[in-house]
């Protein structure tokens, strides 16, 4: 056993003589940042360029829901009420979704961001949100 030790240790040492006498690798030249800019010289967010999310068109609906009880609407619409989120029933069925729904007045859509939403599905299971279009949805008002 003594002698297996000493024939890897000669093995090993060997190896690391022979790797060591190789031609280092050649370091490669790197262009800097700057050429690849162009004209661009910073990183600037969206919001520091005055640039925004697409506006809406006038004629597409913010609709919360998906609630198969009536009393799960309520206090959806209840819960939207206590945030100043302007929020109305939508009465029968919207095309291609399933349950009860509620329509986002165009000025409260901005205050239901994704956090909101995101908090309003914990307390709500099976709660979606869809852009619809507007035309033909019959509210409760």
Same mark, same amino acid.
């Given at each position: 056993?003594?002698?297996?030790?000493?024939? @890897?240790?000669? @093995?090993?040492?060997?190896?690391?003589?022979?790797?060591?006498?190789?031609?280092?690798?050649?370091?490669?030249?790197?262009?800097?940042?700057?050429?690849?800019?162009?004209?661009?010289?910073? =990183?600037?967010?969206?919001?520091?360029?005055?640039?925004?999310?697409?506006?809406?068109?006038?004629?597409?609906?913010?609709?919360?829901?998906?609630?198969?009880?009536?009393?799960?609407?309520?206090?959806?619409?209840?819960?939207?009420?206590? @945030?100043?989120?302007?929020?109305?029933?939508?009465?029968?069925?919207?095309?291609?979704?399933?349950?009860?729904?509620? +329509? =986002?007045?165009?000025?409260?859509?901005? @205050?239901?961001?994704?956090?909101?939403?995101?908090?309003?599905?914990?307390?709500?299971?099976?709660? +979606?949100? +869809? =852009? =619809?279009?507007?035309?033909?949805?019959?509210?409760?008002?």
């Amino acid at each position: 056993m003594r002698w297996l030790f000493l024939l @890897l240790l000669v @093995l090993n040492v060997f190896y690391y003589v022979w790797h060591q006498q190789e031609a280092p690798l050649k370091v490669k030249d790197v262009a800097p940042l700057s050429l690849y800019k162009g004209n661009q010289q910073e =990183i600037r967010l969206l919001k520091e360029t005055g640039v925004s999310a697409p506006p809406r068109r006038r004629d597409e609906c913010l609709v919360v829901g998906g609630l198969s009880a009536r009393e799960q609407l309520e206090a959806l619409r209840q819960r939207l009420v206590s @945030l100043d989120i302007g929020a109305v029933p939508v009465a029968g069925q919207l095309p291609g979704a399933d349950g009860l729904w509620l +329509k =986002i007045s165009p000025e409260s859509e901005r @205050l239901l961001d994704q956090e909101v939403l995101a908090s309003l599905s914990n307390d709500f299971k099976d709660l +979606k949100h +869809k =852009i =619809i279009f507007c035309q033909g949805i019959a509210t409760g008002e």
